[in-house]
Nanobody, 124 residues
């Protein structure tokens, strides 16, 4: 059973940066697309970014394009989300999820395994 553990969240001022990590265990990461999702209080969960099993074709929500970058390191079994120019509206719990597919990553993919989430708060 895939296990995912997020880390790297915290409190940051507007305009600041954070790097989230999603550490994978219990499965062959190279067979899975990995997505980052977020959920703010009172709002539905939304896709932020995802990356295919091969590492190609990253996908981003319009609200984060040009500010966030997703990457994966197979040797470290970790997927990262670099978040720059953070805004208060980026405040949410961020989750990573795994989908066993070799297709280009899409937010509505078969994400069957989820981490516990990490809180990101952007505030002055």
């Amino acid at each position: 059973q895939p296990q995912l553990v997020e880390s790297g969240g915290g409190l940051v001022q507007p305009g600041g940066s954070l790097r989230l990590s999603c550490a994978a265990s219990g499965f062959t990461l190279d067979y899975y697309a990995i997505g980052w999702f977020r959920q703010a209080p009172g709002k539905e969960r939304e896709g932020v970014s995802c990356i295919s099993a091969s590492g190609g074709s990253p996908n981003y929500a319009d609200s984060v394009k040009g500010r966030f970058t997703i990457s994966r390191d197979s040797a470290k079994r970790t997927v990262y989300l670099q978040m720059n120019s953070l805004k208060p509206e980026d405040t949410a719990v961020y989750y990573c999820a795994a989908a066993r597919t070799f297709r280009p990553c899409v937010f509505h993919g078969p994400f069957g395994s989820w981490g516990q989430g990490t809180q990101v708060t952007v505030s002055s």
